[in-house]
């Protein structure tokens, strides 16, 4: 069930950046929808490989280039789906650096007090 949630929450971001960002176009809530969930998978599978194999320049920069490794997973999310658009690599990274700042605070909302 909180999966469930966390999923609405994050296509509830995704609609609201893609109507903020003149760069980002989503074709209504089902397709927020379809994008929370296809950049969880591509968190969850491609990811973790393109962080391995960019260690390198991640420890360089100081884990800098991990907001380009976001923008490499939303612009992959941008060829899969037809309904939602990406207009360049920038926008891409606002996107995911916005994206990340929202769903952290969206899901703050999520988080009981453990007392």
Do not use: C, R
Request: hydrophobic content about 65%; overall charge positive.
């Amino acid at each position: 069930m909180k999966l469930i949630l966390k999923l609405l929450l994050n296509a509830i971001a995704v609609f609201i950046l893609a109507h903020l960002l003149s760069g980002i176009n989503v074709e209504g809530y089902v397709g927020a929808i379809i994008v929370a969930i296809v950049l969880s998978i591509l968190n969850l599978l491609v990811k973790p490989i393109l962080v391995i194999f960019t260690l390198p320049a991640t420890i360089v920069t100081l884990g800098l280039f991990l907001l380009v490794i976001n923008a490499v997973i939303i612009l992959i999310a941008d060829k899969l789906i037809d309904g939602f658009s990406v207009a360049n690599f920038w926008w891409a990274l606002i996107f995911g650096v916005l994206l990340s700042i929202l769903q952290s605070i969206l899901h703050s909302l999520l988080k009981e007090d453990k007392k």
